[in-house]
């Protein structure tokens, strides 16, 4: 419940957020006063021509409710026009926007901000909180069911064989050898499935170990709250630790399969020191992560949450080189496309994440495959009048340059988080 309300806290933030934003263009409702309440001009039509306010202000909580359903739901009837056309018809939205059609659809910042608060709150609505009970991840036991059931079926054929060849005597050449082929068969399913098996078994059971490390410390974390505030001592920084290993708590969940690769014999994170130039203070500065990882998980996630926006100018430059020698695209065009673009991305993300979430992953994998390249082609295709080939093969370094400035992004959120 805690989750849930965390997340509509988010999206009505992000709302408001993007509604500072995007400001209110043609949406006025008449006007019974005859001068701006706010600069005391001369009115002539729904709204001040000297500052832009509302010709008509109110003070009913009724109107106060409804601004707060518009900033939530509504961005004034604009965001009807705008995600059709985001989904659909990207170029034609990024050029007619770059053209100067601007009181139509919400701006790409305006959106982009909203996005952003929707996917963090889908992301903390979707990863399940970190209870008390410990799991093993469900990848476990199909392996282990697969691997007992094949090698069941090899023994059990030994087994038929060997009796074959008690019976018949006469042929136990032939037997001998079909019993030494399915015994290699045999040994070749230990050291694969087996072994496979017994890594994530010991990659398990150091899971369970770290997950139960981590309710320990959310309890204690918990208790020494409890007592800093009855007496009065400051909690920011419990308040941080306890946030960050809650979050490790819902990560640690989610990551399960992954962990049998990051421990060594002693159990604890491997870290291999970087060698280059500067790399002294980052090597410090992760190993110093180490000792709390929850407090590192928290503070990527919350830089994340503060530096998305980086994404834009990070992005911007690699859109630049594809168009560099078209000199009637500005920086600006760039911009506009890149925004609508990564705001596109997320919304599709989320999509994408609750259809899987709730039983619907081909389709969802499937939209997540294949749609984003396409989508890519007609927003250049459009947005800048190019040719289908032209198109194409922007598209395809386009798709290049996105994975680079998201692994630029990362780094930046994870050294951010080290430092």
């Given amino acids: 419940m805690s989750g849930d309300l965390a997340g509509a806290a988010d999206i009505i933030a992000g709302a408001a957020l993007a509604r500072a934003v995007e400001p209110e263009a043609g949406e006025g409702r008449g006007a019974a006063e005859r001068t701006c309440l706010n600069c005391g001009a001369t009115l002539m039509g729904a709204h001040c021509h000297m500052c832009g306010q509302k010709a008509h202000v109110h003070r009913t909580l009724h109107e106060f409710g409804h601004d707060i359903l518009h900033s939530v739901l509504h961005f004034d009837g604009k965001i009807w026009r705008t995600l059709p056309m985001l989904f659909w018809k990207p170029g034609d939205l990024t050029r007619r926007y770059v053209h100067g ?80 082929a399915t015994r290699e068969r045999l040994q070749r399913l230990e050291d694969r499935q087996g072994s496979q098996l017994r890594q994530m078994e010991a990659a398990n059971e150091k899971f369970q170990s770290e997950r139960r490390k981590i309710d320990a410390d959310i309890a204690g974390l918990e208790d020494d709250l409890e007592k800093a505030r009855k007496a009065g001592r400051p909690t920011q920084k419990l308040e941080e630790e306890l946030s960050g ?35 002294g203070a980052l090597n410090k500065a992760v190993k110093t992560a180490q ?104 598209m395809c370094f ?22």
């Fill in 101 to 180: 059609e601007r009181a139509k659809f919400v701006s790409p910042l305006a959106l982009f901000l909203f996005s952003v608060f929707l996917t963090f709150a889908t992301f903390n609505w979707l990863v399940p909180d970190g209870g008390s009970s410990v799991t093993a991840p469900q990848s476990i036991e199909s392996v282990r069911k697969e691997y007992q059931t094949d090698r069941k079926e090899l023994e059990d054929a030994i087994a038929v064989l060997e009796a074959e060849k008690k019976a018949d005597p006469a042929d136990a050449e032939r037997l001998d050898a079909k019993i030494a």
């Fill in 291 to 394: 000792k709390n990882p929850q407090l590192l998980l928290y503070k990527i996630q919350s830089n994340a949450y503060k530096y998305s926006w980086s994404l834009i100018p990070i992005s911007v430059p690699f859109v630049w080189l594809l168009f560099f020698w078209r000199r009637r695209f500005k920086m600006f065009d760039h911009a506009v496309f890149v925004t609508y673009s990564i705001t596109f991305m997320m919304l599709l993300g989320i999509i994408c994440a609750v259809l899987i979430s709730n039983g619907f992953a081909p389709l969802g994998g499937m939209l997540l495959a294949f749609y984003p390249p396409i989508h890519m082609y007609r927003q250049i295709h459009h947005a800048y009048e190019t040719s289908r080939f032209g198109a194409f093969w922007r």
């Fill in 398 to 419: 386009l798709s290049f340059f996105a994975m680079t400035a998201l692994t630029l992004f990362t780094m930046l959120i994870v050294g951010l988080g080290a430092t």
């Fill in 245 to 279: 290993a809650k979050m490790a708590a819902r990560v640690i969940n989610t990551a399960a399969g992954g962990l049998e690769s990051g421990f060594d014999e002693d159990s604890e994170w491997t870290f291999t020191n970087l060698n280059f130039p500067g790399s």
